[in-house]
């Protein structure tokens, strides 16, 4: 039973690796696109690291594995934050949808907040 639990659980962080990865490649701006990866290291390395602790040889093995996770977690939100802080700093603006249908702002694409081009 524990390897059924153990399998599913490495599968479904795979899966959030995967659907991680497509948001990557298939979001549009900076911003949705850390956000996509904010996911994959809350839910697919859970998930990665709680499937192995359940196969872990001892206690102290599956503890270390689970300390992974917060530790992970915590790199990837001051990460995240440096990067869309740098990133509204220098100007880049967020994706606000079909620039073609939006009006005015279709006249300031591609200038970000000092009016640089």
């Known amino acids: 039973m524990i390897e059924i639990l153990s ?3 490495l599968l479904a962080g795979a899966f959030f ?3 991680g ?3 990557l490649l298939r979001f549009p701006d900076l911003y949705t696109r850390l956000h996509a990866l904010a996911k994959v290291d809350n839910l697919g390395l859970g998930c990665i690291v709680v499937g192995l602790a359940l196969q872990a040889e001892s206690i102290a093995v599956a ?3 689970l300390l992974i996770w917060p530790l992970a977690l915590v790199a990837s939100a001051a990460i995240g934050y440096v990067i869309a ?3 509204d700093t ?3 603006a967020p994706w606000r ?3 073609e249908s939006v009006g005015p702002a279709a006249a300031t694409e591609g200038t970000n907040k000092r009016g640089d081009t």
């Open 85 to 87: 802080r740098r990133a």
């Open 7 to 9: 399998g599913s659980l």
């Open 97 to 99: 949808g079909d620039t």
């Open 17 to 19: 690796y995967l659907a």
């Open 90 to 92: 220098l100007g880049i």
């Open 21 to 23: 990865t497509v948001g």
């Open 63 to 65: 503890l270390k594995l």
